[in-house]
Each structure stands twice: as structure tokens, then as C-alpha cells.
């Protein structure tokens, strides 16, 4: 494994290694046993888009393992003012050990790792979310002991989260249900190599996606870039709510998980929210883990 680009690239064994890692170096935090594994190692962070948690995690733990994290807004890099992203990835290698990026397009990351020679992580872009997914399916193992045989349900927009969700869903044996409007499905060949490796279901019924559901995710009706269609989504989307009806049809035990930042009153009712919010912060908590994991993997 030479990047994390997104996760269709790593093979089943590669995911289960960085989750591996992941919860030895959660260990090794909780008992202040952690060791320098990335001592003066220098890892860019590029942001095109805000962000909380990305940043926050990606910075907090390459200071753990004993590097440093420059923090790079598109706002005052060159990129931002044309200079080609080919450019950049040949500068930055020059200077760094590693590329962590959120941008828009999935291309743009795919051609950081082509024309640069160091580690690229891709830290979402309109297509995938890697670095989430990993957090995701480490608080699954946490909570659900194991992958096999559970069913994940996500309710909402067929977007980044949906599509990574799907890829590391099947790769983890899981089975994968969404349930959102017609049109706004996940990407389509994603959905074809879900069907065709796993256990996998589109439908406009929530009800239909949820029931039985071991883990139920949701995410926001309209992403990062798509602000002008915040109020088509919301007519498109009324009724793709996690609730209490929801949480009827799934199983008893049932997670609810969430990459946030949440949108209470529309994907999920504060009330829900609330109710499984120690599962939901257990993940937000899991980036730092699960992404000090792939840092160790890529730069050590
Ligand atoms: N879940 C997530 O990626 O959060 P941020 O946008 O705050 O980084
Ligand atoms: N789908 C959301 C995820 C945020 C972490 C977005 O792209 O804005």
C-alpha cells in the first residue's frame, strides 16, 4: 500500500491491518505507552474545503507519533490561484514525507499521488472518504466484536460517505442496504461491484433498507460544494430521516453512527442523536486512531 486514495484500492487484508493497527495504538494512547513511530516525519495538509475533525485528528496525531503537521489552506497556497495540482505534488515531494488532501474532485488526488513521490491520503473528496470509512468499520469491531453476517443500513444521499461506506461494507462482509430517492444514488459502478462481490440493496424505502439493521449511518442531505442545492435536497430528501420509527425496524441493539457535522431535525432527530451519542463520539474519536494507523503504514 503506497497511498490511501480510496478503498477500493486496498485489498481486504490491507483494511483489517490498518484496523489492527488502529486499536494497538489506541491501547498503547490510553496506557501512555505510545512510542515516536513517525519521529520527525513531516505530513502537508491540504484543505479546499473546512473541516473539524479531518483536520484536528490528522494534526493531534502525527504530534503524537512524534512528526509535525503543516496545516495548508487553499485559500494561501498557489493552488488556489491556478498553479496546477502536477506542480504541487512534484514541490510538496521535495519537502515532505506524506500529502494528506480535501478537495473536490477525486482526480485531483489520484494525480497528487501520480506526479508526486511520496504518500498521498485522501481526506475526502466528492467521491470518497477513506479516512472516515476506516474510523467507521474500527468502531463497528469495538462495538459488533466482528463484521460477518451484519447488515448496515444508511439512509440518505448516495454521496462520498455512501460510496466508501459501500466499498468497506462488502470488503468487511457485511451486508449494505441504502435507502434514498430515486436520482441520488450512489456512484454506479461502485453499486455494480457491490452487487457483484456482496450482499448489496438500493431502494426509496427507508423502512425496507433498515429492517433488521445491526448499524444504521446517516450523513447531511447536501455536502460540501453543494450549498446551492441545500433547499431542492431538502424537498428531495424530506422523509430520509433516522428516527424513532426507524430504530423500530431495525434490530434492538442496533448503532447509530454518524461522520458528522449532524443536521438535527433533518437526517437524524436530536432525540435519536442523543440516545447514541457515546457511539457516535466513540467514532469521531476513532479518526485519530484509525488515520495514525495509515499514517505508520505510509510513512514509517
Ligand atoms: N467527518 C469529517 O470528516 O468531519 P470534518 O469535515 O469536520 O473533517
Ligand atoms: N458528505 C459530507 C461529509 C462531511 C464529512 C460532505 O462531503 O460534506
Not at 238 to 248: F, H, I, P, R, T
Request: proline fraction near 2%.
Amino acid at each position: 500500500m503506497k497511498h490511501l486514495l480510496k478503498l477500493s484500492d486496498l485489498t481486504r487484508e490491507e483494511i483489517l491491518s490498518i484496523l489492527n493497527l488502529a486499536d494497538q495504538l489506541k491501547f498503547e494512547r490510553v496506557n501512555g505507552v505510545q512510542k515516536d513511530y513517525l519521529k520527525g516525519k513531516k505530513l502537508g495538509l491540504i484543505f479546499q474545503k473546512a473541516s473539524t475533525r479531518t483536520r484536528v485528528s490528522f494534526e493531534a496525531g502525527i504530534y503524537e507519533l512524534g512528526g509535525y503537521g503543516l496545516f495548508l489552506s487553499s485559500n494561501d497556497l498557489q493552488i488556489g490561484r491556478g498553479e496546477p495540482v502536477q506542480d504541487t505534488a512534484r514541490v510538496l515531494s521535495r519537502y515532505l514525507d506524506g500529502i494528506m488532501i480535501r478537495t473536490f474532485a477525486q482526480q485531483e488526488v489520484e494525480d497528487l499521488a501520480k506526479y508526486g513521490t511520496i504518500p498521498v491520503i485522501n481526506g475526502l473528496t466528492d467521491y470518497a472518504h477513506p479516512c472516515q470509512v476506516l474510523a467507521d468499520l474500527m468502531t463497528i469491531r469495538e462495538y459488533k466484536g466482528a463484521f460477518k453476517g451484519l447488515k448496515m443500513a444508511f439512509v440518505g444521499d448516495g454521496n462520498n460517505m455512501a460510496n466508501s461506506l459501500t466499498v468497506g461494507a462488502i470488503k468487511t462482509g457485511m451486508s449494505f442496504a441504502i435507502a434514498c430517492p430515486k436520482g441520488y444514488e450512489p456512484d454506479a459502478k461502485i453499486m455494480e461491484w457491490a452487487k457483484a462481490n456482496g450482499q448489496f440493496t438500493v431502494t426509496e424505502s427507508v423502512e425496507e433498507a433498515v429492517r433488521d439493521a445491526d448499524v444504521i449511518y446517516t450523513d447531511v442531505w447536501a455536502s460540501m460544494g453543494q450549498e446551492s442545492e441545500r433547499q431542492a435536497r431538502a424537498a428531495a430528501f424530506s422523509g430520509y430521516q433516522v428516527n424513532a420509527d426507524c430504530m423500530k425496524a431495525a434490530k434492538p441493539d442496533a448503532m447509530v453512527m454518524h461522520c458528522l457535522p449532524a443536521h438535527r431535525g433533518e437526517e437524524i432527530t436530536e432525540e435519536v442523536f442523543e440516545e447514541h451519542a457515546k457511539e457516535i463520539f466513540d467514532e469521531a474519536e476513532n479518526r485519530l486512531h484509525a488515520q495514525k494507523a495509515v499514517m505508520v503504514k505510509l510513512l514509517k
